[in-house]
Structures are given as structure tokens and as C-alpha cells.
């Protein structure tokens, strides 16, 4: 019993529905996209405290009421004093507010955070600018980005599992982008 807040337990998903089970990934994977998905999450939401449990080991624990540098540092288990690059853009009624670590990087981007009205997306034309600016040989940086578009102006419908956005006016987003850049 819980007094306030909610638990999520996934077990035998898909135990008899063999079609869909064949269309799961390795257990690794799976969880790869969870964790993913759940840091977003506690991105978006920084006045909500996130924990997640996979078999009995807890893989992270954000408290509530964290800046979203200290999230990340939590998260990735950087160093309090690791440094990072804050970056605000505007153009029209667009916002784009960019936290990037510029000495933790990898290989790919798995772990960049574009949010678009708190919602986790990928969305290209955000990503491609960031990447030319901040991406090298070194790799991709551990990165957030957060977009506020007016709503009538993105197009959560584009995907089924509403992963991608399109924008009515990709020009005001690329130039919010860029600014912050």
C-alpha cells in the first residue's frame, strides 16, 4: 500500500501472445528503451521523484526537486563538480533551453534528451543542428534539449508510438535551435 505516488510492476508481458513476443528485442534492449523513456520522464518532471527496479537491483533513483543538471549527474554517476554548458535560444514564440556535458560523451546518442513540450521525441531537425555544433570525433555529449512550441504549432501524430513531431513552421524551430547554440 502506498500513501501517495505510483508503482508499475511489468511481468510476463506477452507470456501467451506469441505473435507479439516475437516482435520483443533481447532483455538488454528492452531495458535499454525503458531506462531511456524513464529518464525523459524524470527530465520533464522534475518535481516527481523516479526509481527504477529491474530484478530487485535498482538501476537509478532521482529524487524529486533536482535541477536537471544534478539529474544527470545522478543518473550517469558523473562527479558533483563535472562541468556542463547552459544555453537558452528563442524566435517567435519558440524556446529552446540546451544542458549539455561537454567531457562526458559516447560513441552514439543514446543518451541525448530532446523534449518537446515535456514530451521525449526525435525529432531531425532538432537533433541535426545539435550534432554539427556540438558533436565530434570525440563522440556525442550527454545532452538535454528542451523545445516549447506553442501546441497548435507540432504535430504529435506522427508516429504511432508518438515518438517523432513534425512542425508547422520548421524554419522558427531551426532558428530557436540555432540561437541557443
Known amino acids: 500500500a502506498r500513501i501517495r505516488g505510483t508503482t508499475v510492476t511489468a511481468t510476463g508481458l506477452f507470456y501467451n501472445q506469441p505473435a507479439r513476443r516475437r516482435f520483443l528485442r533481447t532483455q538488454t534492449t528492452e531495458l535499454t528503451w ?21 530484478n530487485g537491483k535498482e538501476l537509478f533513483h532521482l529524487p524529486a526537486d533536482q ?3 544534478a ?23 519558440t524556446s529552446v533551453k540546451l544542458i549539455w556535458f561537454p567531457d562526458s560523451r559516447w560513441n552514439r546518442k543514446t543518451h541525448q534528451y530532446i523534449l518537446v513540450n515535456s514530451r521525449l ?8 543542428p545539435v550534432d554539427t ?12 534539449c528542451s523545445v516549447s512550441v506553442p501546441p497548435d504549432e507540432v504535430d504529435v ?8 513531431v513534425r512542425f508547422r513552421n520548421p524554419s522558427l524551430i531551426r532558428a530557436a535551435v540555432e540561437s541557443a547554440l
Open 34 to 54: 525503458v531506462e531511456k523513456y524513464l529518464t525523459g520522464c524524470a527530465l520533464a518532471r522534475r518535481e516527481i521523484a523516479f526509481r527504477l527496479l529491474h
Open 67 to 69: 535541477s536537471v543538471p
Open 71 to 93: 539529474r544527470l549527474r545522478i543518473r550517469y554517476g558523473l562527479p558533483g563538480d563535472s562541468r556542463f554548458v547552459k544555453s537558452e535560444g528563442h524566435s517567435g514564440g
Open 121 to 128: 521525441v526525435y525529432a531531425g531537425l532538432i537533433s541535426g
Open 133 to 144: 555544433a556540438i558533436a565530434g570525433p570525440a563522440g556525442y555529449p550527454l545532452l538535454y
Open 157 to 164: 501524430n506522427v508516429h504511432p508510438a508518438k515518438r517523432e
